[in-house]
């Protein structure tokens, strides 16, 4: 049955190496029952019911891209999106998390269509690659920014905006040692290195006093409190426009770079150079998050940590499927996430933060009008809580810059009507 379902043989695999490789992603990515949840509630939304619809969200979408798809790629909500959910969209726009959930739904839907009908590959193509790697630098600022403010290590200042918190605190310190564990284990290729952080620092924490042990095991949480709770009217909102192309659009950068990455790495490109089943892939991606938004959970998108399963020996959706099944037992495992406090779950962000900062060595520095608009898109994201305000001025910024420059052979009719679109945002609707 497992012959017929994934084709182990002709993809060069075993089911022994496919269970080892699924045990293997799913340590490095476990950490999001735990983080994801601790940035939601900040919206009110209520811990358990997230952290259900954490692991029921990652189960659905990691299944279909490996049963449909036959790809080892797992899913689950994705980091940078959940905290522009949380801080931007509820916290500093003050939509309802009702109306965000609405929001990443219809996000969902439209990237479901442009798989159905193929615009995907015309998007994906007119977008330049310094945005791009702009745009994920970006959202890594923002999550490190997220992460010294949860440990306390920025704080506000009336006078310079923001400013160094007190850092000889007892949480200070074990987020700073969280930090460097990770980064070291990372280094030396232990699997499930940010987990491993998350969990020593709450040992260290409830050794010291500072958290209550509650258990190890329980009936999962009640997931009616954010269950089918999406408010969709509430999204069709013009001022939400701008939201929900956030979310598509790094969705669909995020879905596509993990795809194209984890294939390249596991050879299952074909002799073109292309991904066979890529629709199928994108619209698993898709299904995915629509399915978390009714759950209650912000966009559920490809983890690139599916790399290591992949490195591991991983070849087909059975690798997939052993994730499903892991993020399906950790459902029992409440207690030990609802103890988790933040200063924990931080030096994962700053970890996250390090990885999606890399980028920035690939854009050509000696080109200004390529530098430039990164840079602004980058700096832009942390600096005003905004993902969707980040994009916009990277948009604008490189429209405009190139056609000043005279370049506009290097200008892209969609990238200069996207352009139009931010510009028109901000001259209407944030006045």
Known sequence: MLEKLFQL????????????????????MAYIVVVNPSILSNTGMDFGAVFVATCIAAVIGTLIMGLWANYPIALAPGMGLNA???????????????????????????????????????????????????????????????????????????????????????????????????????YRNVTGAVMIGILVVTVVAMLLGMVEFDGLVSAPPSLAPTLMQLDIAGALNVGMISVIFAFLFVDLFDTSGTLIGAAQRGGLLDKDGKLPRLGRALMSDSVATMSGAALGTSTTTSYVESTAGIAAGGRTGLTAVVV????????????????????????????????????????????????????????????????????????????????????????????????????????????
Request: hydrophobic content about 60%; glycine content about 8%.
């Open 324 to 431: 499903a099944l892991l993020f399906l037992a950790c459902l029992l495992f409440s207690p030990i996430a609802a103890i988790i406090p933040p200063y924990a779950t931080a030096p994962a962000l700053l970890y996250v933060a390090v990885l999606m900062t890399g980028g920035l060595k690939l854009i050509d520095w000696d080109d200004v009008t390529d530098a430039a608009p990164a840079v602004v898109t980058a700096l832009m994201m942390p600096l005003t809580f905004s993902i969707a305000d980040g994009i916009a001025a990277g948009f604008i910024t490189h429209a405009a810059l190139k056609a000043l420059s005279g370049r506009w052979s290097h200008l892209n009719p969609s990238v200069v009507l996207i352009a139009i679109v931010f510009v028109l945002k901000f001259i209407f609707l944030d006045a």
């Open 84 to 186: 522009f959910f949380s801080f931007t969209v509820v916290g500093s726009m003050g939509y309802s998390w009702q109306v965000a959930l609405g929001a990443v739904f219809l996000s969902g839907l439209i990237f479901f269509l442009l798989s159905i009908f193929k615009v995907r590959e015309w998007i994906i193509n007119s977008i330049p690659l310094s945005l791009r790697f702009g745009i994920s630098a970006g959202i890594g600022f923002f999550l490190a920014f997220i992460a010294f403010k949860n440990a306390g290590i920025v704080v506000d200042n009336p006078a310079t905006l923001v400013s160094m918190g007190e850092i000889k605190t007892a949480e200070a310190i074990l987020f700073f040692a969280g930090f460097v564990g990770i980064c070291a284990m990372a």
């Open 9 to 28: 043989q002709a993809h060069g695999t075993t089911v022994k190496r496919e269970v080892i490789a699924g045990i293997t992603t799913f340590l490095t």
